[in-house]
């Protein structure tokens, strides 16, 4: 089974910080995406960052990178600078076949 | 491009009625998604059309839910006899090409009483 796990329920962090919110997956695939998702109170779900598997190399979005680990299955995601604008909830997510499947979420909380 | 666009943004309804919301994809996707979203979770896969047909459907679609995309553009998502735990986020997303991102409309709010 594919799964994605989002061990950290709530992080907080101070404009203009950095944040680093988690998250770990379980897939048999050798070759699979993985994506973070923003989804802001009340609003609609947008896509931060995603990567390919078969990438070496970590993308980066602007103030949003990931660390991607395939050895540990692990793919956390960096925030730069922080803004007020990034206080969402943020979705892990592992590309299979055609659906996706979710972690439970990080609210991200950023103080003034 | 004008989006993913969902309706309606709110249901609420009496346990037993029947509901039906709509989703139109961005307008060049062949690619349309239905995913559930319960509060404090992630969403969860419903089922999958490429065109016109329905390729895959999670076992979360009971018998009393059924989707529809009839000309390969909208969609509809109808639940029959609504029970309170249908009370969900329903989200709709797209995509096409040769792209695996999925794009997500707004979600349509659903509350069983």
């Known amino acids: 089974a594919q799964t994605v796990t989002q061990s950290q329920p709530e992080m907080s962090v101070q404009e203009a910080e950095t944040v680093t919110l988690s998250c770990t997956y379980d897939?048999?695939?050798?070759?699979?995406?993985l994506f973070w998702y923003k989804q802001p109170p009340s609003r609609q779900m947008i896509l931060v960052i995603r990567q390919e598997a078969y990438k070496q190399q970590n993308a980066t979005e602007n103030r949003f990178s990931v660390n991607f680990q395939k050895a540990a299955k692990s793919f956390s995601l960096k925030i730069s600078d922080s803004q007020l604008g990034d206080a969402a909830m943020y979705f892990c997510a592992l590309l299979y076949g055609n659906k996706l499947v979710f972690g439970a979420g990080t609210i991200l909380r950023v103080k003034s | 491009d004008t989006g993913v666009s969902q309706d309606p943004r709110h249901k609420i309804t009496k346990r037993g009625q029947n509901v039906t919301f709509r989703c139109d994809p961005i307008s060049e996707h062949n690619r349309l998604y239905w995913y559930r979203q319960t509060l404090g979770q992630g969403p969860e896969f419903l089922t999958y059309?490429?065109?016109?047909?329905?390729?895959?459907k999670s076992r979360l679609l009971s018998d009393r839910f059924s989707a529809e995309r009839p000309k390969g553009s909208f969609s509809t998502l109808e639940i029959q006899r609504t029970e309170q735990g249908d009370s969900a986020m329903y989200l709709c997303a797209s995509n096409g090409g040769y792209t695996d991102t999925q794009y997500f409309g707004p979600g349509t709010r659903l509350t069983v009483l």
């Open positions: 897939t048999s695939e050798s070759d699979y995406y």
């Open positions: 059309f490429q065109n016109e047909a329905q390729l895959e």
